[in-house]
């Protein structure tokens, strides 16, 4: 029996060398924690994860530093990570130190970032009080400041809830309120 090329053994014939010549496909994997839209600036995660561990490391040396839990729970909030940032932070405000206020404060941002707006007021009113009870050496008149105006902001975002407004449901709206409630003055060139 002869052989011959038919039809069918050409079109196998070229898919076979489609196949094989064909570039390979590139793939990229993107890590867990790298939750940005395309177009954002790019952030080094690997960077912020491997600073993230090593303040984890000096936490565990040292549970009650509020610095390096505040440290610590913003980098995980800036990777989407308000579990991580809660978890770590509330435990580092369990323990009496002088910087528990900078830890209580983390809970709180993180509360924020998850737009949980009572728990995010509730524990920046406790970091509050306790930056008032360690007195002006553990939490400078400058941090009193900044934490006096988060809370007062947090309080008219309350009252904004009680209206019905829901940031996490209808965001515009609730700003709208917002505005409402405290207008804002603005000076400069108008945009």
Same mark, same amino acid.
């Given at each position: 029996?002869?052989?011959?090329?038919?039809?069918?053994?050409?079109c196998?014939?070229?898919?076979?060398?489609?196949?094989?010549?064909?570039?390979?496909?590139?793939?990229?994997?993107?890590?867990?924690?790298?939750?940005?839209?395309?177009? $954002? #600036?790019?952030?080094?995660?690997?960077?912020?994860?491997?600073?993230?561990?090593?303040?984890?490391?000096?936490?565990?040396?040292?549970?009650? *530093?509020?610095?390096?839990?505040?440290?610590?729970?913003?980098?995980?909030?800036?990777?989407?990570?308000? $579990?991580?940032?809660?978890?770590?932070?509330?435990?580092?405000?369990?323990?009496?130190?002088?910087?528990?206020?900078?830890?209580?404060?983390?809970?709180?941002?993180?509360?924020?970032d998850?737009? $949980?707006?009572?728990?995010?007021?509730?524990?920046?009113? #406790?970091?509050?009080? *306790?930056?008032?009870?360690?007195?002006?050496?553990?939490?400078?008149?400058?941090? #009193?400041?900044?934490?006096?105006?988060?809370?007062?902001?947090?309080?008219?975002?309350?009252?904004?809830?009680?209206?019905?407004?829901?940031? #996490?449901?209808?965001? *515009?709206?609730?700003?709208?309120?917002?505005?409402?409630?405290?207008p804002?003055?603005?000076?400069?060139?108008?945009?």
């Amino acid at each position: 029996m002869s052989w011959r090329l038919g039809l069918v053994d050409v079109c196998a014939i070229l898919v076979l060398l489609v196949v094989l010549f064909m570039p390979g496909q590139s793939m990229s994997i993107i890590g867990a924690y790298d939750h940005r839209a395309k177009g $954002d #600036k790019a952030r080094d995660v690997e960077f912020e994860l491997a600073v993230a561990g090593e303040l984890q490391s000096e936490l565990y040396a040292d549970p009650g *530093n509020g610095e390096i839990a505040e440290q610590y729970a913003a980098i995980m909030s800036d990777l989407g990570r308000h $579990d991580m940032a809660l978890r770590i932070a509330g435990a580092a405000a369990q323990v009496e130190s002088p910087t528990t206020w900078r830890s209580l404060g983390a809970v709180s941002s993180a509360f924020a970032d998850r737009i $949980d707006i009572p728990n995010s007021l509730a524990w920046a009113e #406790k970091a509050m009080a *306790n930056c008032e009870e360690v007195g002006a050496v553990a939490c400078p008149a400058h941090e #009193k400041v900044r934490l006096r105006l988060y809370v007062e902001q947090l309080r008219l975002g309350m009252q904004v809830l009680e209206t019905g407004a829901d940031p #996490k449901f209808d965001p *515009n709206g609730f700003r709208r309120e917002l505005m409402r409630a405290h207008p804002t003055t603005r000076t400069g060139k108008s945009e």
